[in-house]
């Protein structure tokens, strides 16, 4: 049982815009800044979004964040078939002291 | 360009041992703070362990305090976890990554990621 909370899965057509949510509480997300990682299928994670809504440099800005209260959002328009991949939110928990992880979703372009 | 090597892994009993190793290039190490991460097969991420820029602390999961111990050697941009008391739950790819420490605090995200090494557990 992850501490952060993902859809499993999410499926959109080429062209859609998609959101994936991701759920905390006042220790992790209502209180730190919230990170998303892209998993393609075999390969490691990599940045996609970090503190809430930046978008590090190479990340098209068809990938946006955003942040409110404790939970948070991922949305990915235009989607492209090369999106097809795990998405991961993340955030500190400041109450646990640790790194907490969503369980990720998986993301599938029809 | 940033590269983050890990390697050790391998196959090892239940109540074995295996040192990692990470292997950093491209970034002034010893400005980082760096982290390792497991996933285990069909997983989600799971942290795992973080050590400061300066060595001066680390931070274990719940799951491994006691038996997983980080370090690092600035001389050869290089960090390491020794992990010991294995157990068939800790069979995962263990990544390791970086957050950069500027101005007194961290950016509060893991920037690079390695390919990840693979420890299985089993008899």
């Known amino acids: 049982q992850s501490v952060l909370t993902q859809p499993p899965s999410a499926s959109g057509t080429p062209g859609q815009r998609v959101t994936i949510s991701c759920s905390g509480s006042?220790?992790?997300?209502?209180?730190?800044?919230v990170n998303w990682y892209q998993q393609l299928p075999g390969t490691a994670p990599k940045l996609l979004i970090h503190?809430?809504?930046q978008r590090p440099s190479g990340v098209p800005d068809r990938f946006s964040g955003s942040k409110s209260a404790t939970s948070a959002s991922l949305a990915i328009s235009g989607l492209q078939s090369e999106d097809e991949a795990d998405y991961y939110c993340?955030?500190?928990?400041?109450?646990?002291?640790?790194?907490?992880f969503g369980g990720g979703t998986k993301l599938t372009v029809l | 360009q940033v590269h983050l090597v890990e390697s050790g892994g391998g196959v090892v009993q239940p109540g074995g041992s295996l040192r990692l190793s990470c292997a950093a290039s491209?970034?002034?190490?010893?400005?980082?703070?760096m982290h390792w991460v497991r996933q285990a097969p069909g997983k989600g991420l799971e942290w795992v362990t973080s050590?400061?820029?300066?060595?001066?602390?680390?931070y274990y999961a719940d799951s491994v305090k006691g038996r997983f111990s980080i370090s690092r050697d600035d001389s050869k941009n290089t960090v390491y976890v020794d992990v010991n008391s294995l157990r068939p739950e800790d069979t995962a790819v263990y990544y390791c990554?970086?957050?950069?420490?500027?101005?007194?605090?961290?950016?509060?995200?893991?920037?690079?990621w390695g390919q990840g090494t693979l420890v299985t557990v089993s008899s």
């Open positions: 990554a970086n957050e950069k420490h500027s101005s007194g605090r961290y950016v509060g995200y893991f920037d690079f």
């Open positions: 491209g970034f002034a190490f010893s400005s980082y703070g």
């Open positions: 050590i400061e820029y300066d060595g001066s602390n680390t």
């Open positions: 006042n220790s992790n997300i209502g209180s730190n800044s």
């Open positions: 503190t809430n809504n």
């Open positions: 993340a955030a500190w928990d400041g109450s646990l002291h640790n790194w907490v």
